[in-house]
Every structure is written in C-alpha cells, then in structure tokens.
C-alpha cells in the first residue's frame, strides 16, 4: 500500500530553518518525482518545490526560491525539504505527494497520494 509520511515541523522564529522529511514506502520511489505542497488557512494549496526521479532536475515556487532546497536519497526511501530563512507566510500544513504517471516534475495537478501531513509554523 502506497504511503507517505511527513515529519519534522514544528514552531519556528522568523529567519529560522526547518527541515521536512517525507518517507515513502509501498512503491519504488526511484521512479518517480515528489513534490512538496502547503495549505494554509484561507488559501489555496500551492505547489512548493519539486524533484525528479533521479534528483537531477528541481523546481520551486518563487516565493520560496533561494531559501528552500529539496533533496531525495532513493535509497533510504527519503525526500527532504530544508527550509531556511522562513517567514510568517510560509506558516502552513506541508505534504509531498508523488506522480505515480511520471519521473520528472511537469504538472502540480498531476501529483497525489497524500500524506497526513505536518504543521509548520513561523512566528515570534
């Protein structure tokens, strides 16, 4: 059965880092991509940053661009997010999600199998 867990959120000040980890397991993550997605209160979900199968190929959503790096080791079955520089607007609930059609990142739509997600939040 197809699962991913997210972890590692948490209350953070502005300026501080995070790291999300997302951990796969029921399909054979080499093959495709993973996306990180947040949903904050009165908004709508928004796709974060995004990865290849290999990891040779990122994308990220510009409001992030510069202060977000994601990462996958396919052999621990991991993708990552490390979050630096974070702000009260990236103050949301995150997921990854996986393009069970595809190994490289083209449609935010296109992504699913969600997790329960975790709460990541910016204030002082």
């Known amino acids: 059965q197809l699962q991913l867990v997210e972890s590692g959120g948490g209350l953070v000040q502005p300026g501080g880092s995070l790291r999300l980890s997302c951990a796969a397991s029921g399909f054979t993550l080499d093959y495709y991509a993973i996306a990180w997605f947040r949903h904050a209160p009165g908004k709508e979900r928004e796709g974060v940053s995004c990865i290849s199968s290999s990891g040779s190929s990122t994308n990220y959503a510009d409001s992030v661009k510069g202060r977000f790096t994601i990462s996958r080791d396919n052999a621990k079955k991991m993708v990552y997010l490390q979050m630096n520089s974070l702000k009260p607007e990236d103050t949301a609930v995150y997921y990854c999600?996986?393009?069970?059609?595809?190994?490289?990142?083209?449609?935010?739509?296109?992504?699913?199998?969600w997790g329960q997600g975790t709460q990541v939040t910016v204030s002082s």
């Open positions: 999600a996986v393009d069970l059609r595809r190994s490289i990142c083209v449609l935010w739509a296109d992504f699913g199998s």
